[in-house]
């Protein structure tokens, strides 16, 4: 793990890889919430995440695997730094699950497109580039002797996708110091918030948490060890929080919002939804990663996290859909 000079960029132009999918549409809406203009670079999407936004944002439709394209629309936007939440998702199985069942296109896009994409940033002179990285590069908890682990943790990936994560981590600490690029990444725990549309735990736990609308007694079925939580509003102001330090940061930072077991989020539901009963059906988990530590980053860029269980069950109960109740300041 790479330390940086400080490199604030110096205008309000950001490109944005993979700017209509979950993580990134909310990176988007901060940006113009804080007055920069993003240009989204991606796939077509089917669900339109940004559809209250049209007219804010420029937009290129495209894959990292075209070269080409990156260079061109890097050389006609002029950003002054890069964010990128790009990585292989097929259909709506997910990340995890898709990388298990198309290794090749997982490491095609979150690896050589990856490697590209830096490529590409620095020959047009770029100097600040935020992604998101996972913390599946992680092993299970049991390769642990204490938790919660921080970033000198050993990566002992057990998925595809944690594996592209772990190369791709690698891949921008040897960018960074063969070209001096300030690149951060942030390893994200399990995201929930409005907007989320593919499957997997996330999805399982979202479907818990926006239950009680129409009152009576719901059922979810999900191990009851604690885990890591963040509301993806907080992961787009933790990019916008990187983009605008003036300090030094490291190439990869663990994030978290808070930590909860799905017992705590049931409890949380019923106690904001009289009425509401909650059945769980408590499971073994299929993989179970270790809790972590997200100090050295809200000290290294004074990041606090907006939302809490309470504040996303309050939050997904208002605004299921696209936008959040509180976007990223």
């Keep these: 793990m790479t330390s940086q000079a400080a490199i604030p960029p110096t205008g ?24 920069y203009r993003p240009h989204v670079f991606g796939p077509a999407m089917a669900a339109d995440l940004l559809a209250d936004k049209a007219g804010a944002f420029g937009e290129t439709v495209g894959s990292l695997e075209d070269r080409d394209l990156v260079r061109q629309v890097l050389a006609t936007v002029k950003p002054a730094a890069v964010v ?41 002179g770029i100097q600040r580039l935020v992604w998101t990285s996972s913390t599946v590069v992680y092993g299970p ?6 938790e919660p682990v921080d970033e000198d943790a050993a990566k002992r990936p057990r998925t595809v996708y944690g594996l592209t994560k772990h190369i791709a981590e690698e891949v921008a600490d040897f960018a960074a ?8 990444g942030l390893r994200l725990p399990l ?22 609308s129409d009152g009576g007694t ?23 929080a990187v983009l605008k330090a003036q300090k030094p940061l490291a ?40 809790l972590i530590s997200d100090a050295r980053f809200r000290r290294d860029t004074g990041f606090t996290p907006a939302f ?12 299921p859909g696209t936008a959040s109740s509180k976007e990223a300041p």
């Excluded at 950001?14 to 909310?26: C, K, T």
């Excluded at 908890?141 to 204490?146: F, H």
Aim: hydrophobic letters at 50%; proline letters at 3%.
């Design 12 to 35: 309000s132009d950001v490109l944005v890889i993979g700017g209509r999918g979950f993580v990134g549409s909310h990176v988007v809406r901060a940006l113009i919430a804080n007055d």
């Design 84 to 124: 990128s939440c790009a990585a292989f998702g097929a259909g709506d199985q997910g990340l995890m699950r898709s990388g298990e069942s198309d290794a090749d296109k997982a490491f095609a896009i979150n690896v050589d497109g990856f490697r590209h994409l830096i490529a590409a940033v620095a020959e047009a």
């Design 141 to 146: 908890a049991s390769d642990y002797t204490a």
């Design 191 to 212: 995201i929930l918030g409005p907007g989320l549309w593919y499957k997997g735990a996330a999805a399982a736990l979202a479907e818990l948490l926006q239950a009680g």
């Design 308 to 319: 809490d269980l309470a504040a996303l069950v309050a939050d997904l109960a208002i605004s």
């Design 218 to 240: 719901h059922h979810i079925a999900f191990h009851d060890h604690p885990i890591d939580l963040m509301h993806v509003s907080d992961v787009a102001a933790a990019c916008l």
């Design 251 to 290: 190439t990869v930072y663990n994030i978290n919002g808070f930590t909860a077991s799905a017992r705590d989020m049931v409890a949380a539901v019923e106690r904001q939804r009289p009425g509401v009963s909650v059945a769980l059906d408590v499971t073994a988990p299929m993989m179970l990663f270790p």
């Design 177 to 184: 110091l063969r070209h001096g690029l300030s690149i951060t």
